[in-house]
Nanobody, 114 residues
Framework: QGQLVESGGGLVQPGGSLRLSCAAS????????LAWWRQGPGKQRALVAG???????NYADSVKGRFTISRDNALNTVYLQMNSLKPEDTAVYYC????????WGQGTQVTVSS
């Protein structure tokens, strides 16, 4: 199992943007499809967006058109660009494989509030 470290969360107003980063160890970055997950208050953890090693992406319906997942192969990093943020996007965001096969990290808190 490799290491995944999330960063980039914060407090943002509705309609604002944030970019999350997930720094991965090379062993996992180069071999596993990765994803961003989130767990909002009182909700179960859910997959938000995934990206394969080759760069194919998929998104939850709730974020399509607003969020973009990408990867930087030189930096072993996966990003989540979040635009047009809504209060319901408030959650702790985690990086993991698309099947949640790695131990969960601490995540990064995203709060959307005016």
């Amino acid at each position: 199992q490799g290491q995944l470290v999330e960063s980039g969360g914060g407090l943002v107003q509705p309609g604002g943007s944030l970019r999350l980063s997930c720094a991965a160890s090379r062993s996992i970055f180069s071999t596993k499809p990765l994803a961003w997950w989130r767990q909002g208050p009182g909700k179960q953890r859910a997959l938000v967006a995934g990206i394969t090693v080759s760069g194919r992406t998929n998104y939850a319906d709730s974020v399509k058109g607003r969020f973009t997942i990408s990867r930087d192969n030189a930096l072993n990093t996966v990003y989540l660009q979040m635009n047009s943020l809504k209060p319901e996007d408030t959650a702790v965001y985690y990086c993991n494989t698309t099947w949640a096969g790695n131990p969960w990290g601490q995540g990064t808190q995203v709060t959307v509030s005016s």
